[in-house]
T-cell receptor, first 113, second 114 residues
Framework: AQSVTQPDIHITVSEGASLELRCNYS??????LFWYVQSPGQGLQLLLK??????LVQGIKGFEAEFKRSQSSFNLRKPSVHWSDAAEYFC???????????FGAGTILRVKS | KAGVTQTPRYLIKTRGQQVTLSCSPI?????VSWYQQTPGQGLQFLFE???????NKGNFPGRFSGRQFSNSRSEMNVSTLELGDSALYLC?????????????FGQGTRLTVV
């Protein structure tokens, strides 16, 4: 069965520091991978997605992610974090028939000034 | 273009009652998916509708049901509510239903069962 693991439940970084959020997936075929962000009490906003092609994908708000098939990973990165980036981040894999998404447990990002 | 609209935003129901949640997708989108989000279980897929047909279903009891109308608006219904059904219910819409095209999420309906 498809699954997504986000090993870090909480991460705290200083404003201006770099960020990397980890994501590992389990999926038998070519994965369709996504990163979403959720602010408290809000829905999910897509940051970026990977379907095929270049393994380094650029997203909104200065985020990027790199797909590494050999490591079954799709880590999210940002070179310089802003206080407004504080939120919960979800990695997801498209799975099965139709448009089902399987989400990881999420990583809560705290930004300290 | 208006985003995905979910109504109501907040609901409080009593155990044993039933509830209906509504989702209006982005204009022109034909695929609507529903997800349940709880602190313990995270985000879990409930079901997906495309052109009024349920295309995929998650591992939830039969108390959870849904439907989609000809204008692509969708409703989900939960009967015989249990305390554990308290959650944020999110709806997501996609355009033509192309496999894994971008899903746009609504702000969710916060259901509290007391």
């Amino acid at each position: 069965a498809q699954s997504v693991t986000q090993p870090d439940i909480h991460i705290t970084v200083s404003e201006g520091a770099s960020l990397e959020l980890r994501c590992n997936y389990s999926y038998g075929a070519t994965p369709y991978l996504f990163w979403y962000v959720q602010s408290p009490g809000q829905g999910l906003q897509l940051l970026l997605k990977y379907f095929s092609g270049d393994t380094l994908v650029q997203g909104i708000k200065g985020f990027e992610a790199e797909f590494k098939r050999s490591q079954s990973s799709f880590n999210l990165r940002k070179p310089s974090v802003h206080w407004s980036d504080a939120a919960e981040y979800f990695c997801a894999v498209g799975a099965g028939y139709g448009n089902k998404l399987v989400f990881g447990a999420g990583t809560i990002l705290r930004v300290k000034s | 273009k208006a985003g995905v609209t979910q109504t109501p935003r907040y609901l409080i129901k009593t155990r044993g009652q039933q509830v209906t949640l509504s989702c209006s997708p982005i204009s022109g989108h034909r695929s609507v998916s529903w997800y349940q989000q709880t602190p313990g279980q995270g985000l879990q897929f409930l079901f997906e509708y495309f052109s009024e047909t349920q295309r995929n279903k998650g591992n939830f009891p039969g108390r959870f049901s849904g439907r989609q109308f000809s204008n692509s608006r969708s409703e989900m219904n939960v009967s015989t509510l249990e305390l554990g059904d308290s959650a944020l219910y999110l709806c997501a819409s996609r355009d033509k239903g192309q496999k894994f095209s971008e899903a746009f999420f609504g702000q969710g309906t916060r259901l509290t069962v007391v």
